[in-house]
């Protein structure tokens, strides 16, 4: 009957079914209560693993051999510090090995741990390679030091190993034993060299921030004038550029230099001033400065040295927003010619001007055009932007097209010292990683040598410096040997595997594109340059005022300046306002009102140059607002040649001639031959009062009035004298006869008395004016000369 009723569809009745369903669950309900707990344990488990492994903070700072061989025995010291509010109690400190790693990801995946993982974590080594604490307050640390021979840690096989260091113990919440704290790290093992190790080219870049202003002294020797006097400080011993030097001299790397750098450098060797709020004062390290240049010269000599553009100039920013302004590739070409003879001049050698690096290595399109517009022919890209999909590491080099090369340094190895490395702790981490994924790059393919760029921060502190030189001096070279940056990007054959597509922009990292200059600074720097362009045309010596502009906006367009974008606007408003100064002090001195009486005159027009070179060059334009009333040389406008020598005045005089009466106004500008306005121009009024003939035929009858009454007064008073002189005369003639009929005369004649002095001549011309003219306007009611 059930059977036929299955049959027919037909099944038990409501009441029945809800019935069923009660006695299942009943029976159910147990049963779930059992397997609850089985399921949520070991979730559980982890939850507090993990938040009691945050309880001790456990601290390797020192990790020694970092690269052991079976012989050896393997010693840690640290600290342990209890971070939570409870003490614990029976501690132990104890070693951890893991097994061998067989991939760079998986090397990865240990180091982004946080916190002990059961299961995921090896067991202690236990035995007597453990450290006991007995209690460890809230709030104290504990020192410890463990001693392992490498024979007891289990690793049989080269490779790379996960060793950790935690602490077991009790807490007063929690009676029973469990990992409160845990730091990882990793052993390389590797005994032996391999038979084809790794080529590895590692940068060792010399850069420092902008240092030098664009102003210069007024001696013969211009001598510079710093922004601040912070590049002492890294310069000199135990500062970051003296232990850059120092390290990198017994290395095997490829010095990457900003030729910026060597000129500050040399600049600061000889006399040289530091602004100090509105003045400036003498700098007073030269010894500083000429020690590390004499130790860096002889650090290169024989080296491989890689010269940047003058000033590390940004390509992204110049990509992504410069490059649509007029003059600023230009200005990367001028940087990168500059950057040969910087350095040959400082250090004696010849470097190699063909790489481009951009920040951090990261390219699209736009950047790789920029990057090669100035003759470079590689560009230093990273791991991080060309990405691969390949079970193993490939050679840096990839064609990319164009015959551009770009060599992809890897990023895992890049950055393994980009972190604050003045904790011990994070300094030996460092070490361990960097050891770690260079032996597993080469036993990734051990049969195949391939080749590696490494292109660390570009300025390395300190401590990331000294981090950086114990791996290339150490362990490594028994997996590593060294090449140059040329090498690996000429002479090493490309994977074919690996990818050439250059990533778009799109994949541009928004972190960096956030940190670049905008189109407004590259403005900026245009009106600079082009301001400079009139300038220098006037000039009998440009150049002692071209090179340090120009070098100053190559410094604007520096990649130091990511970060620091307010910094970065003041340096420029600054060089561009010591630019207009200059180009002030050659200006038109401002003249009052003139009075032209007559048909013609001269209009003088003062042209002022306090520079302390000569100008040329120039034209002075002065126009006639009213053609009517008064023209310039038969027209409205009239221009004249203006040289003058450093330190004078030139007074330049155009001939005007009247037409009619009343004001007209003038304007005086400057330009330079090619007819660019040089300055703003200076506006003044000439008031003609013009004397009609018919007044000037009264004045002559006049005149010839005056004259002929003169010549009939005069010969009246002729004839007067004359009458006198003759009766005069016949007087005495009378007396004499009357006292001579007596005898005749017998003393002599006298001497002549009382003879008219010499005529002392004409006074002599007075001595002209040759000083220099003041530069205040002129007075009022000038007249003009005739």
Known sequence: MAEAAAIQGIGPSPARRRVRRLVSLAVAAPLLAGFLPALTAPAAQAAESASSAGT???????????????????????????????????????????????????IEDVSGRRGYRDGGDPPPLGGSYTVKIPKLGAGLSKDFTLSVPVSKLGVDDPGVYQLGVSLTGQTGSQSYGRVLGIERTFLPYQPEDTDKKTQLTYLWPLISTTHVSAETGPDLQQTP????????????????????????????????IDPDLLASVDAMAKPYRVKSGSTEIAGRNQNVAERWLDLLEKAVQGQKVVALPFADPDLASLAHHGKDVPGSLSHLQQATALATTT???????????????????????????????????????????????????????RPVGGGTTAVVSDAELSTAFAGDLIRAENSTLA????????LAVTLERPEDQRSVVVAPQRMPSTAQAQAMASVLEG??????????????????KPDTDASTRVPGSAAYPKRLRAQELDSEAFEQMKQTRDQLDDFKVILTAPDRVVPPFTNAISREMSTSWRGQKASASLYRQEVHQYLESLTREVQLIEKSDLLLSGRSATIPVTVQNKLLQGVDHLVLRLTSGNKTRLKLNGDAVAELPVKIEG?????????????????????????TEDGTPYGPPMNFTVK??????????????GVLLLVLAGVRMYSQRKRAAARNAEAE???????????????????EAEPEAGAEAADPGQPSDPTPDTGPESGDPSGPGEKVDR
């Open 431 to 438: 070490v361990q990683s960097f050891l770690a994924q260079s």
């Open 475 to 492: 362990a490594a070279k028994r997996w590593t040997q060294p090449l140059d940056l040329t090498a690996a990007a000429t002479t090493v």
């Open 688 to 701: 003609v009062s013009e004397i009609t003939p018919t007044v000037m035929l009264v004045i002559a009858g």
């Open 225 to 256: 004038v710093f922004e601040n006097d912070e590049l002492a400080a890294e310069l000199a011993p135990g500062g970051r550029l003296h232990e850059m030097v120092s390290l990198g001299t017994n290395l095997p790397v490829t010095w990457v």
């Open 729 to 747: 005369a016949e007087a005495e003639a009378e007396a004499e006869a009357e006292d001579g009929a007596e005898g005749e005369a017998t003393d």
């Open 56 to 106: 001790v903070d456990v601290s390797v700072d020192t990790l020694a051999p970092s690269a052991p061989v079976e012989s050896d025995t393997l010693t840690l010291t640290g600290s342990v510090t209890n971070r939570g509010k409870q003490a614990v109690t029976n501690a132990t400190v104890d070693l951890r090995v893991g097994p061998r790693m067989t991939s760079r990801s998986e």
């Open 343 to 397: 350095v040959e001049t400082v250090l004696h050698v010849k470097p190699s001007t063909d790489f481009s690096w951009p920040v951090d290595g990261a390219v699209d399109p736009s950047i790789m055009s920029v990057a090669t517009s100035a003759g470079a022919h590689n560009v230093i890209a990273r791991s991080d932007s060309f990405r691969d999909d390949l079970p193993y590491t490939p050679n840096a080099a």
């Open 647 to 671: 330190g004078h005045s030139q007074s330049v005089k155009f001939t005007a001639s009247a037409n009619a009466n009343g004001p007209v106004p003038m304007s005086a500008q400057l330009y």
